[in-house]
């Protein structure tokens, strides 16, 4: 993503011992049409996540290598550990690097590059690091963090691959292959997880994707398979299949486990997949304590039933017991979750937390026999159902938030399920399942019936208190089996900490899927919310997504970036020795004049407004800054203030509030349009629903609309059709803008 700013950053030494004046402007990563720094090392933004610290930086002309190198604020500087050399990406304009396995707390990066004989560096402030949520079943009685201690860090003994495009069929590892230890070498990531199968070889295996990933040389049946031997002897080493950074893809294929123990995979996207067995994660059989997070689930390949058009299964698990599946991010899957089989007899524990359906239609889960524990997810304009139960399962539902989906919870052929006719029941006729529901909240759709409104067909058992016990004579209509109160049961039960479902929705949008969603998103509309058919848009934009990684590793011969003006000026450059850099925000002042006196230029270029760079403060009267008017009056003002956001390493200071709707005269942005072009625009609604943004031409009519997540930051761009005056304006309520660029225009 290539955006550009019109305003040119200064720089001015130290001239006199009394006068000592360094202006610089900060540009996020994504704000950057850059090439290489000339001669010099320049910090754009640094982050912390979820066990897990980031830095990018602008490239330097004639750097040779980089090197990255990570430690606690607390500690001394010969306490740095030096990152592996995978971990530094480039892309078309920028320097990515990723320390991982950290536990809870503060560090600060430091990234080295090498220009001819001279060592020049730099070092980020503070960057917090929160520790991942480890609750649910899958640590009860065992452990599913993979390759990693219960604290983040990586275990001692671990062995870690790295996985690209490039390496994918080439990466060898030697395996221990016999139990006198004698080793076999293994090529290629299927061939290497296939020797581990045997058993003899204890040492935990951490893998970790980077960037977009196609089809291997050798798969099974499409997938790559993590499994062991037999069902009584399963692969327990600990296995954490996990992505670095932001674009880690699987793409066309799709992750099996069978016969496996103590496994993690997170921070990974899956599209596309069109494997034999056609899901995008597979938990098959005979597995216990596994741990599926933070994850993005799009679109696969349609199957060969009615109901694959999405592709088949997003996240399914069979056969499997003490599992958690939390903080991933399910785009529009037509069936996310089926948990258990036909010829489950098992309970099997099961725990879904924090994941966002967003706008998937299905399955959220589909529960044969298991007990499962569901809270703090969000359910998104779900065309069908949310949560199903079936033969005899007992459900959990808890302090989840249901936003338009058409039936919250269904038990089999009775309540909802059957409110059309058993003849169009959900589930096959299958004998149904108790659903326990508290502090559940319910928008839109067409809510619950409840045991206390119908005590013979009901969908859930509402609870008047979590601790609450469901009497034994609460029984399904169609199997007459109760419920096992799991859920009160000290023994059974873990130590969790629930929010208000309120309070949930705004952490699973803030945190669900891969780090900071990602770097492919898609924002649903209104209409989405009772459509269970395949968005032709969004299925070729995962059929179109290309990876924007160039290179990895240290290594920069032969990297080209992308030219960029010489508008952006650097922080303070360090040579041969590290110090912190610092920089100090410029703004640009704004100028106030009446927009039908003020002539725009004559000359046509590009044109970009960032709130960053402006005073903040209330407008009461048109406002002319970096090309653009700021429309207000005393009765509709315009206010700029302070607000933190990141949007794909693009961290934003401060936003321009639209407080309501506008027009061509006032609570608007006005911009002359050069032609026909485009304007990119960053913006969220300021409020609890989403907004409408539109263009408008010179006469106010509207020429284009765009809808507003209320949710996140998000980014979308409109058609200027022909030269005039257009504005942006809110249609429905207040808007908070970011940024806008306008590819070519006339400033004013």
């Known amino acids: 993503m290539n955006l550009a700013k019109n305003s040119i950053g200064t720089k001015c030494q130290v ?10 402007v900060l540009i996020p990563t994504s704000l950057l049409t850059a090439k290489a720094a000339t001669g010099s090392i320049s910090l754009l933004s640094s982050q912390g996540d979820f066990e897990v610290a980031y830095a990018t930086i602008s490239p330097v002309d004639g750097a040779s290598s980089y090197k990255a190198y990570v430690k606690k604020t607390s500690q001394a500087d010969s306490a740095y550990v030096q990152l592996d050399d995978e971990l530094i990406r480039h892309y078309s304009n920028y320097i990515r690097v990723d320390a991982l396995g950290l536990e809870a ?22 960057i917090s690091v929160m520790a991942h949520d480890r609750s649910g079943f899958a640590f009860v009685d065992g452990d599913a963090s993979g390759a990693y201690n219960s604290n983040g860090t990586l275990k001692s003994d671990a062995v870690v691959l790295y996985i690209t495009e490039e390496t994918k069929n080439t990466v060898s590892l030697d395996v221990v292959t016999s139990s006198k230890g004698a080793t076999t070498k293994a090529t290629g990531l299927q061939n290497i997880l296939d020797a581990y199968k045997k058993g003899y070889d204890s040492r935990p295996l951490d893998i970790r994707l980077i960037g977009q990933i196609t089809d291997f040389d050798v798969m099974m049946d499409g997938d790559i398979l993590i499994k062991g031997s037999s069902s009584s002897k399963r692969l327990a080493c600990g296995v954490t299949f996990e992505g670095v950074g932001e674009d880690a893809t699987c793409d066309g294929w799709g992750l099996r486990i069978a016969n496996a123990s103590n496994v993690e995979v997170r921070n990974l996207g899956f599209m596309n997949c069109d494997s034999g067995e056609g899901d995008d ?12 997070h933070n994850c993005d689930f799009f679109y696969g390949d349609a199957g060969s039933d ?25 785009y529009d899957n037509g069936k996310c979750n089926l948990q258990g089989m036909k010829s489950e007899s098992t309970e099997n524990y099961i725990t879904y937390h924090h994941n966002w359906y967003d706008h998937s239609d299905s399955r959220h889960p589909r529960i044969r026999t298991c007990t499962v524990h569901i809270y703090n997810n969000y359910y998104d304009g779900n065309a069908k159902y949310g949560v199903g139960a079936t033969m005899g399962c007992s459900v959990f539902v808890e302090n989840n938030y249901f936003r338009n ?49 119908n005590s013979t067909s009901f969908d859930v058992y509402e609870a008047s208190s979590r601790n609450e016990t469901v009497p034994s004579s609460v029984k399904t209509k169609q199997g007459s089996t109760t419920y096992n109160n799991f859920d009160t049961n000290s023994s059974l039960m873990y130590s969790y900490t629930v929010q208000s479902a309120e309070a949930a929705k705004n952490s699973v949008v803030k945190y669900a899927g891969r780090i900071n969603g990602g770097d492919f998103s898609w924002t649903f509309t209104s209409e989405d919310d009772s459509s269970s058919a395949v968005n032709e848009a969004l299925k070729a934009a995962l059929k179109a997504y290309k990876t924007s990684l160039v ?53 046509a270029s590009k044109l970009v407004l960032y709130a960053n760079d402006l005073a903040t403060g209330t407008y009461t009267s048109a406002t002319t800054v970096d090309g653009f008017k700021l429309l207000a009056n005393s009765s509709n003002s315009v206010v700029v203030e302070s607000d933190t956001q990141n949007f794909k390493n693009i961290d934003f200071t401060r936003k321009i509030k639209l407080s309501g709707v506008g027009n061509n005269a006032y609570r608007s942005i006005a911009f002359n349009a050069a032609g026909e072009t485009k304007v990119k625009i960053y913006a969220i609604s300021d409020g609890s629903k989403k907004q409408t943004l539109a263009l408008l031409d010179a006469n106010g009519n509207t020429v284009a609309t765009k809808n507003v997540s209320y949710e996140k930051l998000v980014s979308m761009t409109l058609t200027v059709p022909s030269d005039g005056v257009y504005y942006l304006a809110s249609t429905t309520g207040a808007i908070d803008i970011y940024y806008v660029e306008l590819s070519s225009g006339y400033a004013y």
């Open 15 to 24: 001239l006199l011992l009394t006068l000592a004046m360094l202006v610089s």
């Open 105 to 126: 707390g503060d560090y600060v990066l430091k990234i080295e590059a090498v220009v001819g004989k001279t060592t020049k560096s730099v070092t980020t402030g503070t």
């Open 281 to 292: 994660v597979g938990l098959q059989q005979n597995d216990d304590h596994v741990w599926v």
């Open 306 to 330: 009615a109901d694959q058009v999405k592709g088949d299964g997003a996240l399914d698990t069979k056969t499997s017991s003490y599992i958690t599946h939390s903080y991933n991010h399910f």
């Open 405 to 453: 989906c058409k039936y919250p919870m269904l038990s089999s052929m009775q309540g909802s399920d059957i409110v059309n006719g058993t003849a169009n029941a959900t589930f096959s006729s299958e004998n149904g399942g108790i659903i326990k529901s508290y502090g559940n909240t319910i928008v839109g759709g067409k809510g619950v019936i409840t045991y206390q409104d």
């Open 551 to 603: 290179s990895v590793g240290g290594n920069a011969s032969g990297v080209s970036y992308e030219e960029t003006s010489e508008e952006t000026t650097n922080a303070t450059e360090n040579t041969t020795e590290t110090t912190t850099e610092t920089t100090t925000e410029t703004q640009t002042e704004a100028t106030t004049s009446q927009p039908e006196t003020t002539a725009p230029s004559s000359t």
